[in-house]
């Protein structure tokens, strides 16, 4: 994905995430964070298994 989101601003959308996490969960809670479409979509293509940590997240979302 070439406009991945800002790193500091994912993460800052993923706070109170316990880890391990699911896409399912994070896609979640970045919502009721209020993430806009582009973090969300980027969260939903990433690959369906348990991250677990925000630096798991991140390059997950750098990757995709």
């Known amino acids: ?16 995430v316990d880890y391990p996490a699911s896409r399912d969960d994070l896609v979640r809670t970045a ?3 209020g993430a ?16 677990d940590g925000p630096n798991a997240v991140t390059q997950a979302v750098s990757r995709s």
Do not use: C, F, T, W
């Open 1 to 16: 994905m070439s406009n991945s989101p800002n790193p500091i601003e994912l993460q800052k959308h993923l706070s109170g």
């Open 31 to 33: 919502k009721e964070q």
């Open 36 to 51: 806009d479409q582009e973090m969300i979509k980027a969260l939903q293509s990433i690959p369906d298994r348990e991250y």
